[in-house]
């Protein structure tokens, strides 16, 4: 399972830092995503890494503001949110399909319906 942190209330062009802890599974030999899901929207994903942390990818419209990382010595998962929008208003959660190592397309479509390990959720805010 995971459990993130970090979420929280920002102004636009304000930055967070989000935390996701992994445990019960090995987190080193798999690739590991950010999703989120705003309000009436559906899941996508936001952003992966893969299992050795040499390989990332982000949705176009995350591209040059987040940054994705991971300490697998400490199971935990980041990411630091710049230049933050109202758009990015939405519950954000870590997931990972336990089969990938590269992870490449957990931010393509339907990429969600995949996945076997979810966290709560962590809620972000950003106001205008």
């Known amino acids: 399972q995971f459990v993130e942190s970090g979420g929280g209330l920002v102004q636009a062009g304000g930055s967070l830092r989000l935390s996701c802890v992994a445990s019960?599974?090995?987190?080193?030999?798999?690739?590991i995503g950010w999703f989120r899901q705003a309000p009436g929207k559906e899941r996508e994903g936001v952003s992966s890494?893969?299992?050795?942390?040499?390989?990332?990818e982000y949705a176009d419209s995350v591209k040059g503001r987040f940054t994705i990382s991971r300490d697998n010595a400490k199971n935990t998962l980041f990411l630091q949110m710049d230049n933050l929008k109202p758009e990015d208003t939405a519950v954000y959660y870590c997931?990972?399909?336990?089969?990938?190592?590269?992870?490449?397309?957990?931010?393509?479509?339907?990429?969600?319906?995949?996945?076997?390990?979810w966290g709560q959720g962590t809620p972000v805010t950003v106001s205008s």
């Open positions: 019960g599974f090995t987190f080193v030999d798999y690739a």
């Open positions: 890494i893969s299992a050795s942390g040499d390989m990332t």
């Open positions: 997931a990972t399909d336990k089969f990938s190592e590269d992870g490449v397309w957990y931010t393509g479509l339907r990429a969600t319906n995949f996945m076997k390990v």
